[in-house]
């Protein structure tokens, strides 16, 4: 018999309907045999189903361990059991030595146990008395669940039926609902149309692979048949329950390039596979693998940083926001057009943003800074479109603001930040990011449906690229709706179930302009009230603030103005004999512009005193101007009556967004 071979299940004459157990025989991931005989008599056994990828089995499984070191002494015995076909034994050893687990980690090769118990899910208990008859069945307790994070748990059910069965007493709450992962049984795979090979591979492929690839954010892989197929049932359930793909817009509002929503033929093919068995087809009909850069999901990083330290993540409690300040060392402005966070351990990053802090700012407040890259699960990594790129300006530092959730046992985390380059010859606009922020939020306590609304107003034309909502445990809904200069109304993004878990960043299927004028409302909707099962304290009132404790309403979006074109280049400054700088300001106004001047503060008053030549066959007009050195401000002046920046020049300062031009600094 092999080292995972089930053992023979006596039932010695009790029905077969799961209300008994006489006798099991299983293997660890060792090799070694145990059965419920190894507990005294007339104490109870504890068999826990986990499962060795199961994002709740690995939260609870800290807490499996301290509950079996506390009633071990009072001679209950635990049992660990893995039923899923996808788990081998090297991998329940790691989990097994992971979370430190006190009691054996059997294998119930087949499902066998797991079909005998009807057990369905992991993490799930099953307590046998001292007959070994079922007295409880379900969950350890109901503080996490998918979506449910509470403080602590409400009620502590297998404690509890435990202190029960030891006081010689019947159990009060017999049976609860489990919920985590499906256990991926073995099934006889059935002969339909739709197999792994054929439909199903090129789905999660084009879906989900992504991420369920080994050594991604993801807890498991989807990149083979058996993989596939121990996740089966599990991958029904949450398409059933539109968890995943992790996608929280709407339909009803935008389009979106990043949408990870599945098309109902997609749904159908993926239902008729379980329902057939999930059978695996012929392999010569599966598709190419799809191709990643060395772990990256973006082209070939230039530039990788990591934080300066390792952080330690506590088992248990709440740790505040973390900050670094990194330090590149670039001597010249660099154009960003792919960025990727890589945690080194995703299961305990709830999420890491990355700012631009420009030369001469200083403390860790991120709203005073230029939104570069991020990480959140489920938020994929940012490829900006062709001649569009972020800038990190020469002597920047990055910003990092990290969050870490403790999840059960110690870890630790130095997340890697890529950031792929541009050729800035190829950059014809300069993207940034606005925000419109509630910073005088306060959400009354006990209050289950608190609305709060915050503004961005468009000072210059726009072009919108993206949207990302940004709430914390008591948010509900977000939604972001502009109003136009000529009364129009639109909704650009709808969230009506915000997860704090999966922050989407909305990347709009085509640019929309914002003209000057517009306002932009984001409007979110909180739930501080005892039954938001996430709500850490519903009694306080809550004001704005980074940490979890509190709440934000922010809407970030992705813009570049709308009056730009960086190809041309900013003023070129040439140094003089006498000291000073000559500097050439070239500028393509709109068709149709008949003359063109500069005001500028280098002019008394602002006025136009510089007339521009022109225009030359490109429709550039061109003027020099002696300057000494020093930092300026300047506008075009087209007809003698139209004030715009310089369209080529992507630094702007001031109430007017006047262009800012500095002349013998080195950058």
Known sequence: MGTLAVGLILIAGVAQDASAVADFRLQDFRGAWHSPGEAR???????????VDCPLANRYAPKLAELARMFGPRGVVF?????????????????????????????????????RLKVERTPEVVVLDEKRAVRYRGRIDDQFGPGVHRPAPTRADLSVALEELLAGRAVSVARTDPVGCRIGRIRPPGRGGVTYSNQIARILNARCVACHRPDEIAPFALTTYKQAAGWAEAIGE??????????????????????????????????????????????????????FVDGWRIPKPDLVVELPRTVE??????????????????????WVRASQVRPRDPSVVHHLIVFVQAPGRGGSDPLGGDFLAAYSPGMPPRELPEGIAKVIPAGSKLLVQAHYTPRGTPRSDRSVIGLSFADPAAIKKRMTSVAAIKGDLRIPPGVADFRASAEFRANQDYILYSLLPHMHLRGKSFRFEATFPDGRREVLLDVPRYEFDWQNAYLLDEPRPIPEGTIVRCTARFDNS????????????????????????VGYMDVALGYQDLSVGPPRVVPRADGRFDVTFRHRPPEGTRTVQIAGSFNRDYSPDQTLMGPDDRGIYAATVPLPAGEYKYKYVHDGKSYRHDPANWRQAGYFNDSVLEVGKVR
């Not at 996808?86 to 294998?107: E, I, T, V, Y």
């Not at 992790?246 to 033929?265: M, Q, V």
């Not at 005892?530 to 309403?553: C, I, W």
């Open 79 to 115: 049992f660990g059991v893995d039923a899923n076909q996808q788990d081998g034994p090297a991998a329940m050893g790691r989990f097994a030595r992971a979370n430190d687990l006190p009691f054996p980690f059997l294998k119930d090769a087949g499902n066998e146990l797991a079909d």
């Open 238 to 291: 949450v398409i059933r329950d539109g968890r995943m793909p992790p996608w929280h817009a709407s339909p009803e509002h935008g389009k979106f390039r990043n949408e990870g929503r599945l098309t109902d033929p997609e749904k159908a093919s993926i239902e008729a596979w379980l329902a057939d068995g999930s059978p695996e087809g012929d392999p010569r009909d599966l598709p190419e693998p799809p191709r």
């Open 41 to 51: 008599a007339g104490k109870p056994v504890v068999l826990a189903f986990l499962g």
């Open 313 to 334: 993540i506590p088992a248990e409690g709440v740790l505040p926001y973390q900050y670094f300040l990194i330090d590149p060392k670039l001597d010249h402005d660099v």
């Open 530 to 553: 005892s039954g938001n099962p996430n709500n850490p304290d519903p009694a306080r009132m809550v004001p704005f603030g980074e940490q979890t404790g509190d709440e934000m309403l």
